[in-house]
Nanobody, 117 residues
Framework: QVQPAESGGGVVQAGDSLTLSCSVS?????????LAWYRQTPGKEREVIGS????????HYADSMRGRFTIYRNYHENKAWLHMHGLIPKDTAIYYC?????????WGQGTQVAVSS
């Protein structure tokens, strides 16, 4: 069973940088796999941050996320990362990664990020 797992969350200060990891177990990256990062705050819908194609490494970001977030991956290690800089309190959320393979989406359990002012 393919299973993404996020790590690296924690409490940081406004202005800090933080890198989250997404490790995918249960299989290797293949062909058209794509990995995406989302975040969710209480009472709100999960919002997309961006995605990366795992073979070519092509990145795409939501307009509102462009600039402070960078996604990158290591194809052979089955891992991807979300680097965030210039964090602000509004970035406080649970951050999720998912692996999209054909018509199936595999979600991780999320990692909490809290940004204090």
């Amino acid at each position: 069973q393919v299973q993404p797992a996020e790590s690296g969350g924690g409490v940081v200060q406004a202005g800090d940088s933080l890198t989250l990891s997404c490790s995918v177990s249960g299989g290797t990256f293949v062909g058209d796999d794509m990995l995406a990062w989302y975040r969710q705050t209480p009472g709100k819908e999960r919002e997309v941050i961006g995605s990366i194609t795992l073979d070519a490494g092509s990145e795409h970001y939501a307009d509102s996320m462009r600039g402070r977030f960078t996604i990158y991956r290591n194809y052979h290690e089955n891992k991807a990362w979300l680097h965030m800089h210039g964090l602000i309190p509004k970035d406080t959320a649970i951050y999720y990664c998912n692996l999209q393979r054909a018509s199936v989406v595999y979600w991780g359990q999320g990692t909490q990020v809290a940004v204090s002012s």
